[in-house]
């Protein structure tokens, strides 16, 4: 997944994105249209709070605020209101899918799965959210199921 991680990073900066890597520091790039958003990448759920606050201290809307983490149940986590999206993939859509989602029930240890919510689109409460199949694998090179993935989202404003 690093590998993945550094290479859409790369991309992203093309785009004059900026992004914290680990230093748990929230940014504001602008985007297409001149719109403000806030990238964080949340290493420790410890650590929201603060950048949260910073977020607000920054004046971004918590609408225009996105989180990116590698693992989706930290959503469950997230205090509604303050942030708008959330990005994540460490599912990978299920790359091994077995009949009846057995892999999330007896593979996953991770809450948000077992509640069916493992690829895609999903909201939990105001906050949208996207879990991305991937690219990778874990261990051996096998994807049953579940084709690899790169999602392209474009994210609008209601003020572009």
Not at 72 to 95: A, E, R
Not at 106 to 128: D, P, Y
Request: hydrophobic letters at 35%; one cysteine or more.
């Amino acid at each position: 997944d690093n590998k993945d991680r550094e290479w859409a990073l790369i991309g992203l900066e093309d785009l004059r994105t900026a992004f914290c890597r680990k230093e748990n520091i929230a940014y504001q790039s602008n985007l297409r249209r001149g719109i403000p958003r806030n990238y964080e990448y949340i290493d420790a759920l410890l650590k929201i709070e603060p950048q949260l606050e910073l977020c607000r201290e920054q004046n971004i809307p918590p609408e225009r605020r996105i989180v990116l983490q590698h693992n989706p149940d930290l959503i469950l986590s997230l205090p509604q209101g303050k942030v708008g999206y959330f990005l994540s993939g460490h599912f990978h859509g299920g790359q091994v899918w077995l009949p009846f989602g057995l892999e999330y029930t007896f593979l996953r240890q991770e809450r948000l799965c077992k509640m069916g919510i493992t690829r895609g689109v999903f909201r939990w409460g105001k906050i949208r959210g996207y879990i991305s199949r991937g690219l990778g694998c874990v261990f051996l090179p096998i994807r049953l199921g579940s084709r690899p993935e790169m999602a392209v989202l474009e994210l609008t404003s209601t003020e572009a």
